[in-house]
């Protein structure tokens, strides 16, 4: 069974880089997927952040593309998210999640429990 | 952007139907996903490529669409199927993966 584990610092300063990490047990990043991260603020919906193939290909929301990278370590088994130039309006709960291809598209069938970063104002 | 849009909230008693929708140009095309959530928890995939319960789920839990309009059904809702629900869709150019606002559905 897929697990998928979050972790990474709870607190990032404003204007810092936010990193995470996503740690994959159960299923080889290798033997293919996209890996994808969304994320939640408090009280609100879900957003997709951005996607990355074991090959490195990636794909960004739009509205985030200009300040976020999405990175594979095939050899940990793992991928990271790194958003820079923080504000409050990131803060979040940070998901990650395997996406399997439907023959029409991607979509997210097993999440991690989530991280929450708090970026103060 | 694109988007998909769906009914902030929906409530029925128990043991009725429950229909949640969800709206985008894309949907004829794409497929739509729907997400489970529940308080402090992360979504479980419901519904997948419109129509298909993923192992686990209760069969009270179906899907369908209808032009630009997917909808979960499901029937003989049960307290324990009080959730926020999202919709999941993508545009035809693959650019934009996008999930609706969330309907929080009540069952009491």
């Known amino acids: 069974q897929v697990q998928l584990q979050e972790s990474g610092p709870g607190l990032v300063k404003p204007s810092e880089t936010l990193s995470l990490t996503c740690a994959v047990s159960?299923?080889?990043?290798?033997?293919?997927?996209?890996w994808g991260w969304i994320r939640q603020p408090p009280g609100k919906g879900l957003e997709w952040i951005g996607s990355?193939?074991?090959?490195?290909?990636?794909y960004y929301n739009p509205s985030l593309e200009s300040r976020v990278i999405i990175l594979v370590d095939k050899s940990r088994n793992h991928f990271s998210l790194q958003m820079s130039s923080v504000t409050a309006a990131d803060t979040a709960v940070y998901y990650c999640?395997?996406?399997?291809?439907?023959?029409?598209?991607?979509?997210?069938?097993?999440w991690g429990r989530g991280t929450l970063v708090t970026v103060p104002s | 952007s694109y988007e998909v849009t769906q009914p902030p909230s929906v409530s029925v008693p128990p043991g009725q139907t429950a229909r949640i929708t969800c709206s985008g140009d894309?949907?004829?095309?794409?497929?739509a996903y729907w997400y489970q959530q529940k308080s402090g928890q992360a979504p479980v995939l419901v519904i997948y490529?419109?129509?298909k319960r993923p192992s686990g789920i209760p069969e009270r839990f179906s899907g369908s669409t209808s032009g630009t309009v997917a909808t979960l059904t499901i029937s003989g809702a049960q307290v324990e199927d009080e959730a926020d629900y999202y919709c999941?869709?993508?545009?035809?150019?693959?650019?934009?993966?996008?999930f609706g606002g969330g309907t929080k559905l009540t069952v009491l």
């Open positions: 999640a395997r996406q399997p291809y439907s023959g029409r598209d991607y979509y997210f069938d097993h």
């Open positions: 159960g299923y080889s990043i290798s033997s293919g997927y996209y």
């Open positions: 990355i193939y074991q090959s490195g290909t990636t």
């Open positions: 490529e419109d129509t």
């Open positions: 999941y869709s993508t545009d035809t150019s693959d650019n934009h993966r996008v």
């Open positions: 894309a949907l004829p095309k794409k497929y």
